[in-house]
Nanobody, 123 residues
Framework: AQVLVESGGGSVQAGGSLRLSCATS????????LAWFRQAPGKEREGVAA????????YYADSVKGRFTISRDNSQNTVYLQMNDLKAEDTAMYYC????????????????WGQGTQVTVSS
């Protein structure tokens, strides 16, 4: 069974917007943070944004502050990533993850991962 399922990726021109969704499952209900990571070809996976499931506190990488917004709908067990003013350097595979120490945006702190959804931004 898939624990986390991402959707919403696609191709967009620079300056455009996309909203990613991540459907969670019972396996992730005991984890305190949900987050989005991304990985571009030839680069390490990097944390983009995280949200505390309990408090709603959010954390962002400097590269996306002011452009990306993470949110969650607890009733729908879904976490979102609204991405505005997209740039070519945002092109990557985007992954949803669940963990217990998410505010540092370190991949090693996350236990469950989705399969990813591709985002391609053309300049």
């Amino acid at each position: 069974a898939q624990v986390l399922v991402e959707s919403g990726g696609g191709s967009v021109q620079a300056g455009g917007s996309l909203r990613l969704s991540c459907a969670t499952s019972e396996y992730t209900y005991n984890y305190n943070y949900l987050a989005w990571f991304r990985q571009a070809p030839g680069k390490e996976r990097e944390g983009v944004a995280a949200i505390s499931v309990g408090t709603g506190d959010t954390y962002y990488a400097d590269s996306v502050k002011g452009r990306f917004t993470i949110s969650r709908d607890n009733s729908q067990n879904t976490v979102y990533l609204q991405m505005n003013d997209l740039k070519a350097e945002d092109t990557a595979m985007y992954y949803c993850a669940a963990g217990n120490k998410g505010y540092l945006l370190r991949s090693t702190d996350f236990r469950y991962w989705g399969q990813g959804t591709q985002v391609t931004v053309s300049s």
